[in-house]
């Protein structure tokens, strides 16, 4: 591969190389020449900050995971905005007062945080925590939607609280 000089990885004919190709398989992959430009140049932002590039043996491997996990993470965010969006649509058709803009963008922000911490962990346990800290359910009204004990509710919001802390520090 020639975007290694000597131990140094030259990111400017790495781009050059696999720009097109990277920006031709997301185009047929999305269907839209925009979002495939937007997702191609997030992948090459996401690499440029990435830490081993020196050991990047399959190039192309590696764009397409970054790629695709760039999608995931903006469909998940869409869901989470759209969500929240309908929600405050709930809540000003009963009169309630809107936030504002810069409080709907830093609380889209953390339920992305949120998401993205609890992934991985069983439904059960994501419900708990959910049902918990964003609905302020009692750990008894959680234990009667999902079936189990009390001390079970208390075991899953653990292992979701030792989950969150260990996505957040990894």
């Not at 131990?7 to 031709?24: C, M, P, R, V």
């Not at 759209?82 to 504002?100: F, I, Q, V």
Request: net charge neutral; hydrophobic share 45%; proline share 2%.
């Amino acid at each position: 591969m020639s975007t290694h000089s000597g131990s140094q990885f030259d990111l400017g004919s790495f781009y050059s190389e696999h720009h097109g190709w990277l920006f031709g398989w997301l185009r047929r992959k999305l269907g839209c020449r925009d979002r495939a430009a937007d997702v191609a140049h997030d992948t090459f932002l996401r690499i440029l900050n990435a830490r081993d590039l020196l050991s990047l043996n399959e190039p192309r491997a590696y764009l397409t995971t970054t790629a695709q996990r760039l999608i995931i993470d903006q469909a998940r965010r869409r869901r989470i905005e759209e969500a929240y969006l309908a929600e405050l649509m709930m809540l000003s058709a009963e009169g309630e007062t809107s936030p504002s803009a810069e409080q709907v963008v830093a609380a889209v922000e953390a339920l992305t945080r949120i998401c993205s911490a609890l992934e991985g962990l069983p439904a059960k346990p994501q419900r708990a925590f959910l049902m918990r800290y964003l609905d302020g359910q009692t750990h008894a009204e959680i234990a009667l939607a999902l079936s189990v004990s009390t001390k079970m509710i208390q075991k899953y919001l653990i292992r979701a609280l030792v989950h969150c802390h260990e996505a957040v520090h990894a």
